[in-house]
């Protein structure tokens, strides 16, 4: 079992870098829109669970309600989400994304989608192509494990 625990850790470390890297590049691609990369992580969040409550995308996102406050008061004054009460609890709101704020989010993936598919078809083979098709749905699943 042993061996397979150093290739885990060695796996794990070839990814936390690579991942990093991925990371900083993509947000260097977002941040040329005007939302910030938190905001746009929020606003992607709340389109994939709505409607959601701010307690809920606080703990997914590991930072306290307040913090997720913040960036959910930036995002309704931008016009990109509204907030409706809680049928179940009228105490809570839940939010959902507007129009407006689903076309900032599926404009800026797009860019960022557009930029990546022109990497893989300049500097990529078919068959690493189809390998890095095949990984997407396991970091996913990494993301979601740890």
Known sequence: MEARDAV???????????LGSFKRRTREAAAQ????TP?????????????????DLA?????????MGATVASLESHGLVARAP??????????????????VLHSSRD????????????SFTDAEVAVLAAAAPLLERLSQRF
């Open 59 to 67: 703990r997914a996102q590991q930072i306290t309600p307040q913090s």
């Open 86 to 103: 809680d049928p179940e609890d009228r105490r809570r709101s839940l939010l959902t994304v507007t129009a407006k704020g689903g076309d």
């Open 33 to 36: 829109g005007e939302l910030t």
């Open 39 to 55: 905001e746009l992580s929020v606003l992607a969040q709340i389109d994939r669970a709505a409607p959601v409550a701010i307690a």
């Open 111 to 122: 860019a960022i989608s557009d930029r990546m598919a022109a990497a893989l078809g300049e």
């Open 8 to 18: 885990n850790r060695s796996t794990a470390v070839a990814l936390r870098l690579a």
